[in-house]
């Protein structure tokens, strides 16, 4: 059985009605998610270094035949071509990349990386692609109903992460100097878009060791409900999670008054804990009270990030503080 966790802890519906509900989740924000406000590290702050935001431009695709898809690129103000970046990829873009948003992932690295507490960090933030003849996703509908989104973000083949890997980093690696080392590099996402993150690392763990999952869709909507049994079933892979659910996220009941455990998006987040912790991964998670809601995983966002890039390399020298100060332009 499970213990109710209200704090972080170390450790039939139609599928395409669901999956366009589930996309505008901040619209459909709850009571219980009013408790979760962004605080001081999700703001600006005079005198805090800006990176650039670049961007929307275009990628298109030949894993997904006549899809494009809009993207933006974070280049931070430490940034030196020199040296290596990091690198962190957030799939529906458009959401992440906002500083008006829920998560406000731009004003969160400015804080972070000026105060050493994750390294120097390219940001990628990329929407799900679209026919011609489809919209782009948007804050008011994330893609679902109108484009390629359930498609490239529900499905567990390598598909996404082909188009990640030989289609996105090619173009970011003409402009930038990103670090090859896996540990170097996160993917994250909320929803569908947290199971695709998950699913890039795991078909490519070479490339990806971190992932950030908010309100994860390790659902029914095209087989993910399998994953804590594939976890269990697999040799456990070089990759470090961070999984963020709220208690009254979608649970699985549907309009008849029936329940489907395969649509039930908390208790499927409860069992990829289980099944990441059985199995040894760097996992860390926290259940909160909300619903299917964007608004507690924007408000722990910079403590994710803390945790998930905790340990990237660094000098520690008591007679050199150089590493030990503000980390300005």
């Not at 008006?100 to 960090?121: A, C, H, K, Q, S």
């Not at 498609?151 to 090619?170: C, F, G, Q, R, S």
């Not at 890039?200 to 659902?219: C, E, Y």
Request: negative net charge; hydrophobic residues 35%; proline residues 8%.
């Amino acid at each position: 059985m499970h213990t109710i966790r209200l704090t972080c802890a170390l450790q039939t519906w139609p599928s395409l009605v669901l999956a366009t509900l589930v996309a505008v989740s901040s619209a459909l924000a709850g009571p219980t998610d009013d408790v979760y406000s962004l605080g001081p590290d999700s703001q600006p702050h005079e005198g805090v270094p800006k990176g650039k935001i670049i961007g929307p431009l275009t990628l298109a695709s030949q894993v997904f035949p006549n899809t494009t898809r809009h993207y933006w690129v974070y280049v931070p103000a430490q940034y030196d071509p020199k040296q290596p970046a990091s690198l962190m990829i957030f799939q529906d873009g458009q959401a992440f990349v906002s500083v008006t948003g829920e998560y406000r992932i731009p004003y969160v690295f400015d804080n972070l990386i000026y105060r050493r507490e994750m390294p120097v960090t390219i940001g990628v933030f990329i929407n799900p692609g679209h026919l011609p003849d489809q919209a782009e996703s948007s804050p008011t509908n994330w893609g679902d109903s109108i484009n390629n989104r359930a498609t490239e973000y529900n499905e567990l083949n390598d598909h996404y992460a082909e188009l990640i890997i030989k289609e996105l980093l090619p173009a970011l690696e003409k402009d930038y100097n990103i670090s090859q080392n896996p540990d170097d590099r996160a993917i994250a996402g909320a929803s569908s878009g947290a199971i695709c993150a998950f699913t890039v690392a795991w078909q490519r763990p070479g490339q990806f060791h971190k992932v950030i999952s908010t309100i994860g869709s390790f659902t029914n909507l095209r087989g993910g409900h399998v994953y804590p049994d594939l976890i269990r079933q697999s040799e456990r892979k070089p990759i470090r999670i961070y999984l963020q659910d709220g208690l009254n996220d979608n649970r699985g009941r549907g309009r008849n008054g029936g329940y489907d455990p395969k649509l039930d998006w908390h208790a499927q987040n409860l069992k990829m804990a289980d099944a990441l912790t059985e199995k040894g991964y760097d996992l860390n998670y926290c259940w909160g009270i909300g619903t299917h809601s964007n608004k507690q995983g924007g408000a722990i966002m910079p403590e994710m990030l803390r945790w998930l890039w905790r340990d990237y390399p660094r000098p520690d020298d008591p007679k050199d503080d150089r590493n030990r100060k503000l980390f300005s332009e």
